[in-house]
């Protein structure tokens, strides 16, 4: 069991200094291990996955999509798929994980794209096959593409003549256990339920209230026949939704904002459970804890903030990151006793892991009156100062790439982490 005062415990932050075996361009002190209290995670350059040909992105005027991740695994023991896309490119692999070396000159799929750039894509698990799978993509210019990497016999195009919304995509995510529907989260604080079985309107689509609530409101399209989209999702005043997040019985759903708000809804009812802010600036990524009693959100403000779904506010925040964080994760696979082990990768090309015990749910400290805030929710449950919950220092912190790190995945013998220059990297969990 993990007790508060081994946080940051100074010998469990020692970690090696082997040099990478690749070159890289830059110098610096890059490591390619780090130890916790359950030993010794390293990384498997053999295990690496990026470009064939490894050879840089040079955008023309305009800075390219984060590099993104997505991995499914296939019944029957057909193994593993993992996409990821670079630029105006595309790749879809066989992932061998930790126990073969990636064979980065077989792509079962790769698509290079002109006048748009994939932005964000995501499998659908609950109708894959051995020989078949649902992949969504998302594109810069608002489209959508529905493919299958593995028969290549389907293609489809959603929002083809960007009708029903012309700003980019940001993520998508498949209801969970449908192999039908899907969200797509747009750059206009919209977000839409897509049934892939139906099509697109041949015009701007016209819509109609179906219910709204605080800061929120959903409309259905007027059509004399059914077609997509089923609903339209407006948050706020429109700032960009920049992740959603299923909780993992599928029944609520979580959007962070660039607005600074989490939102967490009851999906099949639209009912608004609860809120929370950054202390300042957009927020960026969304995760749930195992048990779906908890939620990670990251963003602009350099923390990681962890929200209670059972208390509803605030319950920790954690400061280690010196720049935006871009990805967080529950580590859903360590087995400790009355703890959530919590993982996030950011701007600064640093891996923070940090350990919340539940001792650290305790009631807010209580408040002295103060002026009203400007900003509303700043001291309140949903946002509190730093000074009123408990604030986690990092069990490792720890620099791992040249550029920006962008995703983060826990799997049950390794963890990915995925940086912007289009390496996706595995570092294998300690031996036992």
């Known amino acids: ?147 299958d990497p593995i028969k290549k016999e389907l293609s489809k195009l959603f929002n083809e003549e960007r009708f029903i919304d012309k700003t980019r995509v940001t993520c998508l995510r498949w209801v969970p256990g449908s192999k039908s529907l899907f969200l797509a989260a747009h750059a206009s604080g919209h977000f839409y339920v897509y049934n892939e079985e139906l099509p697109c309107g041949s015009a701007a689509p016209h819509y109609q209230p179906f219910k709204a609530g605080e800061g929120f409101s959903v409309n259905t399209c007027k059509t004399k026949s059914t077609r997509n989209p089923l609903f339209r999702w407006l948050l706020g005043t429109g700032a960009a939704i920049n992740e959603l997040a299923f909780s993992p019985n599928g029944s609520q759903l979580a959007v962070v904002s660039q607005d600074g708000l989490l939102r967490i809804f009851q999906y099949d009812t639209m009912e608004l459970l609860g809120h929370a802010r950054s202390y300042f600036g957009g927020l960026l990524c969304v995760a749930w804890s195992c048990d779906g009693k908890l939620i990670a959100v990251g963003g602009e403000d350099d923390l990681v903030t962890v929200y209670s779904m059972e208390q509803k506010r605030v319950v920790a925040r954690a400061q280690g990151h010196r720049s935006w964080v871009s990805a967080v994760a529950f580590d859903w696979f360590l087995e400790a006793e009355s703890c959530y082990r919590l993982g996030s990768v950011g701007h600064d090309t640093q891996i923070c892991l940090w350990e919340l015990p539940e001792d650290n749910l305790v009631p807010p400290r209580p408040r002295v009156k103060r002026r009203p805030d400007p900003l509303q929710l700043v001291g309140t449950p949903a946002c509190p100062r730093l000074d009123e919950c408990p604030n986690l220092e990092p069990l490792v912190c720890k620099k791992i790439a040249h550029e920006r790190l962008t995703a983060l995945v826990f799997r049950p013998d390794s963890i990915i982490t995925v940086c912007q220059d289009g390496y996706i990297y595995t570092w294998a969990r300690p031996t036992t």
């Open 1 to 147: 069991m993990a007790r508060p005062e081994n946080l940051c415990n100074q010998s469990l932050l020692e970690a090696g200094e082997r040099t990478l075996e690749r070159t890289i361009g830059e110098p610096g002190d890059v490591k390619t291990q780090f130890v916790t209290r359950e030993g010794t995670y390293r990384l498997l350059t053999l295990s690496e996955y990026s470009r064939p040909n490894r050879v840089g992105y040079q955008p023309q005027g305009q800075t390219p999509p984060q590099v993104r991740v997505s991995l499914v695994s296939l019944p029957d023991q057909a193994g593993e798929r993992i996409c990821f896309n670079y630029g105006r490119e595309l790749y879809v692999y066989i992932y061998k994980g930790i126990k073969k070396a990636a064979d980065l000159s077989k792509p079962l799929e790769k698509k290079v794209y002109k006048g748009t750039n994939p932005t964000c894509h995501d499998f659908n698990t609950s109708s894959a096959q051995s020989d078949s799978v649902s992949l969504l993509i998302g594109f810069s210019t608002g489209q959508i593409q529905l493919i």
